[in-house]
Each structure stands twice: as C-alpha cells, then as structure tokens.
C-alpha cells in the first residue's frame, strides 16, 4: 500500500480544506458494536448525558428531601387515598417512616426487621390500602389513617397462610393477590376484599424450570384497564405464567392458561415496570417487553430493548445478580426509566438510564440509590440516611454533574484518505454554571481517561482565550458557536470527546462541525 499525493494543473490553486456537520450521541450509549461498526449518532461512552433523539443533555440532579434515617431507605411506597391525598413512606431496618414532608423524619410508624419490602395499593368500596410484606415481618396495613399488622389469613378448603410468609403482591381484575416467599403458590382474595378468607393457587405443575414465584404483575393487551387484563406470574428460574380471565375459580373457561414463556432469569423482586400497556421484566440478559417474550420468537439478547448495551447489563448480571437493590424504575413525564444496579448491597449503586421515546441509553453514575419510588409526578430514591428527590435542579447534592460523551468515529465519506483536523465546533447550549471540556480523538486510539485526568484543570479563562482542554464555559448566552482548534491531530477517522461539569447550569449538544485538511489516499 501507499499514499498518492494529490495532484494540481499548472497554476491552478488547489482546495485542500474540508468539512463535515455530524449529529451528536443522540441515540445514546452503544456499548454492543466495535468503534469501527459504530453509525453515527451513537456513543462509545456517555455517563450521565441524556439521549433523548434531537440533542443530548446533562441529567438533572438529586435534591436532599428526607433525613435522619438511621440506616439505609431499602423501600420506598408512595400511598394514594380515594380523595387523592398522599403519602410516601420509607422503609428501613428499624421500620416504616413518613417521608411525605421535606426535612427531618419522626419516630416510625410502624416497626419492621427487614427495610427490604413489596407494597401495593389496592382500594375497595369504601376504602383505600397501602400492603407491605418482605417475607420476615407480619404483613402491614395502611387505610390513611392507621397502621396495622396482620397475622394470618384462613384458606378456603383448610390451612392458614401466615402473612409472614408473604413476599409479594399483585392486583388483579379487582382482586388481591398474595406471592408466598420460596413457593409455588399464589393466594387470592374475594373481589374487591381484603379481608376474610384467602384462596389458594397453585403454580407447581406449570413450572417445568423449578424454583419459585418471584413476582406477579399486570399486563395489559389492549393499553386499557378492562378485560384484556392478564396476569403474569414470574419464577425466579425465568418463565413467565400468563392467565386471562376475571375469576380463578371459573368452571366454564372463563379462566384460560394463555402460556408459559422462557426467557432468562429475572433479577430480584423488583423485576416489572409497566411502560404503557407493556410489561417491561428486568432479567439477567437485559430488559425485555412481555410482549416480545410471547411473541414466538426466541429469546435472545438482541430482543431486548437493552440490546446496544447487552455487554454491560450482561457483566454486572453476572457480578451482582445475588444483590438486594435491582430495580426497574422510571419518570414517564420525563420520558426516563432506570435500571437500578447494586454493585453492594445497601451501600453503593449505579444506574442505567433509558430515554423512553428514543429508547437510547446512558449510564447514571453519582447516585448510590438503593430504591425508588413516584410520588405525586415526582422520582424519590432511597440513599444511605436519606431521601432524595431525583431529577431535580442541577446538583447531587450540592454536589456537581459531571457528564462524559465521545461519540462515534467518523471518516467524513472517504475512508481511503488521510485527514489533518484543524477545527473542531460542537454547537451547545449552555447557562451559567457549566464548564465544558473538548477533545478529539483518531483512528480509534482513545485518550479519554472517565476518571477525568486527561482534561487538564479548569481555570477562569474566557472562552475565546481558553485552551484547549481548559476553557470555563459559564455563559447565560445561548448557543456557543465558537471554533476550537484539536492541535497536531491527523488521521483517516475522528470522534469528538467531551465533558460537562455543572456547577448549577443547563448543557446540550446536538451537532458538531469538523474542518480538516486532506492529505495522502492510500491506493493499491
């Protein structure tokens, strides 16, 4: 191989600067495909930036709400009434808090061993509850007013089900269900009751993997409430056992076995999210819709809606799959859904966050949340001794964002060419606050250190005066249309890195223009 140098007619002057416009990571985090597979659009890395299709955005941060937790908030349940008053509790290992009110908690409201809790609202004709079990402590009770605990419950036919064996809950055609803890079995009760007798059901004979129920949930075929519901039942080896129909005691087929579905084995108890009329599960091969499990199609890693990044849910699977803390959570009027990723249990997590209308990802780092929980349109998470109020304002905690992106190598239409990049231009918006760091990598040999060294300090330069690497963007202006030169950088593809740190500011990118000179063609 060799280059060919370019070649000009006798005085004739030749153009040798070029350029090209190339989209921001707005379609989120590729942690799947090889740098030189990657399509433009897509990230190799972005912590804590926001894909959301047109432009990516720093995340908003976490608010202090709650404090004085003696330990870490396991459970948080939000409680709504018939008159729409709420409340949010917090769970621990001491008991059940208020944390409906901003500042320092009282006294419990109710005293548990075991913070890590199911809980489900279920309202009859007179009544509103908030259920919590954890499978160690009687099941409680809330109505809006009092707190109680229940022993027991008798089982038509025979027996009784202490409640201290319940692990989990699900509502159902206007019917409370109950998951015993390490069993085949689910309870019912009558319609629209939640007292009296319970019925049992058993699951066994359709549980050709083993173990036991997991969870139960919801699902709903037609985005509706009515009598397309079904329910799913979720073992911990990884099927799904779906029945349709309003009444399990029905003798004229009014209760059907619609299937049981494999799919791989769902992380922890907090495995559902209902995203629209889906079911979204949280298994050790990623995020799956129910829909896409029935569908006939087998079950791979790349029919999961977390397939881009199939390597990183698969290695933390594998690393932390024993771990209280697995969560399917998310902020649906800010189009945000979190995997929550105990990395040690009750101290320190990660996040992987989804943009639920481009479906592009990010990784959440900077919040060790152990739960979360909506209250009144609004994300809580439960941190070592508090509660914070996430996706509000733009600090952790007093603390800054920082958000990393380096996005995909492109070659600008000519592989076969040498290229000298003389100026790089993100066109960002920003406000005062933020403080933004540019580089550019070549040919696929990364500088990017994510631990923030290779950025060089941060000074109170202006920004035309900045240098490269070190430039304070703290502007109210918007946007920054200002050129930056890479230095010494030549070579057939470039992909550009950045860092945003937010010290109480707002930063989004959607373009960036490339001007280069082209060198040598390598022909044969």
């Not at 791989?264 to 559902?272: D, H, S, T, V």
């Not at 209902?274 to 990623?286: M, Q, R, S």
Request: glycine share 12%; hydrophobic share 40%; charged share 20%.
């Amino acid at each position: 191989m060799r280059r060919e140098p370019l070649k000009t007619k006798a005085g004739q002057h030749q153009e040798i600067d070029d350029g090209k416009s190339t989209i921001a990571p707005v379609k989120g985090w590729n942690a799947r495909d090889p740098d030189a597979a990657m399509k433009e659009g897509y990230a190799k890395y972005l912590e804590n930036m926001v894909p959301t299709g047109t432009e990516v955005r720093l995340r908003s941060g976490v608010s202090s709400h709650a404090t004085g937790f003696g330990a870490a908030v396991k459970t948080l349940m939000a409680y709504q009434s018939a008159a729409g008053v709420g409340k949010l509790f917090a769970a621990n290992n001491s008991g059940i808090f208020d944390a409906t009110s901003a500042g320092a908690i009282g006294a419990t409201v109710m005293a548990l061993t075991d913070g890590w809790c199911s809980h489900i609202n279920f309202r009859t004709s007179s009544s509103s509850y908030l259920f919590v079990a954890n499978g160690v402590d009687t099941v409680k009770t809330y109505d809006g007013t009092t707190w109680a605990s229940v022993a027991s419950w008798s089982i038509n036919g025979g027996g009784t089900l202490t409640s201290s064996d319940v692990i989990n809950f699900c509502m159902h055609q206007r019917r409370l269900w109950l998951v015993k803890k390490d069993s085949a079995d689910a309870y019912y009760f009558d319609v629209n009751a939640v007292a009296g007798n319970v019925t049992l059901f058993p699951l066994g004979g359709y549980m050709s993997k083993g173990g036991f129920i997991l969870a139960a949930y919801t699902w709903t075929l037609d985005g509706g409430a009515g009598p397309e519901d079904l329910i799913a039942f979720v073992t911990s080896e990884g099927q799904v056992i779906v029945y349709a129909g309003t009444d399990p005691a029905s003798t004229t087929g009014e209760w059907l076995l619609r299937g049981s579905y494999n799919m791989p084995a769902p992380l922890g108890r907090r495995c559902g999210y209902k995203l629209g009329g889906d079911l979204l599960l949280l298994t050790e091969g990623g995020v799956y819709s129910l829909s896409s499990i029935v569908s006939g199609k087998a079950v791979t890693q790349d029919l999961a809606m977390s397939d881009l990044i199939r390597p990183e849910m698969t290695a933390a699977a594998r690393a932390y799959s024993g771990k209280r803390g697995w969560q399917l959570a998310g902020l649906l009027s800010q189009n945000i859904l979190f995997v929550n990723v105990p990395t040690a249990e009750a101290s320190a997590s990660y996040q992987y966050g989804m943009n639920t209308t481009s479906r592009g990802w990010w990784k959440n780092v900077g919040w060790s949340a152990f739960c979360f929980e909506e209250f009144n349109s609004q994300l809580y998470a439960g941190f070592d001794t508090k509660v914070g109020k996430a996706l509000d304002g733009a600090l952790d905690f007093a603390a800054n964002v920082t958000g990393y992106a380096r996005g995909h190598y492109d070659y600008c239409g000519e592989r076969t060419r040498e290229k000298f990049w003389q100026l790089v231009r993100p066109l960002v918006k920003v406000t005062s606050g933020i403080s933004l760091s540019i580089g550019l990598d070549v040919d696929f040999s990364s500088t990017l250190d994510f631990g923030g060294t290779t950025f060089g300090s941060f000074g109170a330069d202006f920004f035309d005066a900045g240098e490269w690497d070190e430039a304070v963007w703290g502007w109210d202006e918007t946007p920054v249309l200002d050129w930056f030169t890479p230095g010494a950088k030549s070579g057939y593809c470039a992909a550009v890195r950045l860092r945003a740190v937010s010290n109480g500011g707002t930063f989004s990118w959607s373009v960036t223009d490339l001007v280069y000179e082209r060198g040598a063609r390598v022909v044969g």
